[in-house]
């Protein structure tokens, strides 16, 4: 077995998402898949289910904050820190219906001492934009690893 610190960053990325996707599960309840997940960077997809729509026949915006607050945790945690969030907010850009597949995409945009800055897109499955999200992101104590591997 080895050890965490002789991973390559891209190794621990995804050994950081496989284990923490293991422990949400919000994500995992609402049919969440990562697609992709290197430093500081996770892509994440949801598809809409009928539960997922609100009164106007769209996707409720909680869904749609879910998805990016999704991608911004792994994106985040993707360094073997254990990070939350420590403010959120999202702009809605165009609805989305009852069977778009959604794409959420988390970039660090920056990282300093214990806080970051991470953007997520989220688009449908024709690559229009549906959200634009930001979180800030707050280092806590211990790792997303919790024992050796």
């Known amino acids: 077995m080895s050890d965490v610190s002789e991973l390559s960053p891209q190794e621990l990325a995804e050994r950081c998402a496989a284990a923490l ?34 009164g106007h026949d769209t996707c409720h915006g ?30 809605y850009i165009a609805p989305a219906k009852l069977g778009d597949v959604l794409t959420a995409t988390a970039e660090e945009r920056s990282r300093n001492g214990r806080t970051g800055v991470y953007d997520v897109r989220v688009e449908n499955q024709l690559g229009d934009l549906v959200a634009l999200f930001r979180g800030k992101s707050y280092q806590v104590r211990g790792p997303v690893i919790r024992e050796e591997i």
Do not use: K, W
């Not at 293991?22 to 996770?42: F, K, N, W, Y």
């Not at 998805?67 to 403010?87: I, K, M, P």
């Open 62 to 91: 909680g869904y749609m904050f879910t998805l990016a607050d999704s991608a911004f945790a792994f994106a985040c945690n993707s360094q073997n820190a254990a990070t939350v969030a420590s403010g959120c907010s999202i702009d």
């Open 21 to 54: 996707f293991e422990r949400d599960r919000a994500t995992r309840h609402l049919g969440m898949q990562i697609l992709r997940m290197a430093p500081g960077v996770s892509v994440l997809r949801m598809t809409v289910t009928e539960e997922m729509l609100q």
